[in-house]
Each structure stands twice: as C-alpha cells, then as structure tokens.
C-alpha cells in the first residue's frame, strides 16, 4: 500500500521557520519527481516545490522562492521542506505528492502562521 | 506563469446526467494537463493525466479531452460519490512551474 506521510506542521509566529517532512513508503520513491501542493483554508490548491528524482531540477512559485527550500533523501524515502520567513499568507495545509503523474497524495500537515 | 481558467466556478447538474468542465490555459500545454477530483476533508485523487488518459482505478465516465490551450473533463452520467471540487493542473512547465486552476465545484442539482 502506497502511503504519503507529512508531519512537521504546527503554529508559527510570522518570520520564524518550519520544517516539514514526508515519509514515503509503497513505492519506489527514487524513481519519481516529489511535490509539495498547499491549500489555504476554504481555498484551491497550490503548486509550492517540486524536485526530480535525482534532485538535478528544483522548482519553486514564485510566491515561496527564495523562503522555502526543498530537498529530499531518497535513502530514507523522505521529502523535506524547509519554510523559513514565514508569512501569514503560507497558513495552509500543506501536501506531499509524487509518483507516477502525481497519483499518490499524503493527507496534509497543516500549517499555522500567527502571533 | 501559466495560468490556468477552469469555468464554471459552480457547477450545478442532476445525478444520472452528464457534466462538462472546462479548462483554458493562458499559453499551450500541449497534452501536460492533468484533472483531479476533491472532496471535503480529502486530499484531492487524480483522475486524468496527459489530458486524456484514466489514471489507474478511475471509472470509465469520467473522460478528458483537448490539447494545447483547451480542455474539458466529462462525466457522462453523474453519481452521487461524484460531487466533488475538480482541479485542473498543468505540468508543462516544469520545473520553472506547475499551476493549478482555481476549481470547478460540482454540486447536486
């Protein structure tokens, strides 16, 4: 069974930094690109990060560059995003997909960013 | 950045008959656009890739179409499971981007 498992989410003051993971396991996760996808309460969702599976391509929205940073450690079939900077407008729930044309999505880890 | 325009916003249509989504891109994606189906407190299930093939699972009614700056998802004969928010993506762009349309909501009529 496929599973996508994000954790690091929490309550964050503006400015400060986060950093969230996902745990693969199902599949061969050194074998395909990884994303991270956020949804702001009540909202659509939103492309963040991608990596390939080598790491060789990294791409982030504008909205992010230059704040977050994501990598990823395919002997521990885990993706990371490092968050820092933080803005209230980043108060989302945040997922991890990837796999085979973006098949396999994790349940979230949400994000809160307030004083 | 390509943007992505998904109309209707709200789409309203009666079980058992047929609903067509749209999806227009500000430039071409060629065939790299992708559908996915929300629902509450779900993380969203990909239904469509390559703009018009079924991801694994995924029943026949639903189908996709188009290329280039144009795209439609059809669900020919609703369900009640099939009420949902759909999303188009495009994934052209990577790695400099990958947008998401800002969804259709489906509801029952």
């Known amino acids: 069974e496929v599973q996508l498992v994000e954790s690091g989410g929490g309550l964050v003051q503006p400015g400060r930094s986060l950093r969230l993971s996902c745990a693969a396991s199902g599949f061969t996760f050194d074998d395909y690109a990884m994303h991270w996808v956020r949804q702001a309460p009540g909202k659509g969702l939103e492309w963040v990060s991608g990596?390939?599976?080598?790491?060789?391509?990294?791409g982030y929205a504008d909205s992010v560059k230059g704040r977050f940073t994501i990598s990823r450690d395919n002997a521990k079939n885990s993706l990371y995003l490092q968050m820092n900077s933080l803005r209230a407008e980043d108060t989302a729930l945040y997922y991890c997909?990837?796999?085979?044309?973006?098949?396999?999505w994790g349940q979230g880890t949400l994000v809160t960013v307030s004083s | 950045e390509i943007v992505m325009t998904q109309s209707p916003a709200t789409l309203s249509v009666s079980p058992g008959e047929r609903a067509t989504l749209s999806c227009r891109a500000s430039q071409s994606v060629s065939s790299n656009l992708a559908w996915y189906q929300q629902k509450p407190g779900q993380a969203p299930r990909l239904l469509i890739y390559g703009a018009s093939t079924r991801a694994t699972g995924i029943p026949a009614r639903f189908s996709g179409s188009g290329s280039g700056t144009e795209f439609t998802l059809t669900i020919s004969s609703l369900q009640s499971e099939d009420f949902a928010v759909y999303y188009c993506?495009?994934?052209?762009?990577?790695?400099?981007?990958?947008?998401f349309g800002q969804g259709t909501r489906l509801e029952i009529k």
């Open positions: 990596i390939s599976w080598n790491s060789g391509s990294i």
């Open positions: 997909a990837g796999g085979s044309y973006w098949a396999y």
């Open positions: 993506q495009q994934y052209n762009n990577w790695p400099l981007g990958i947008t």
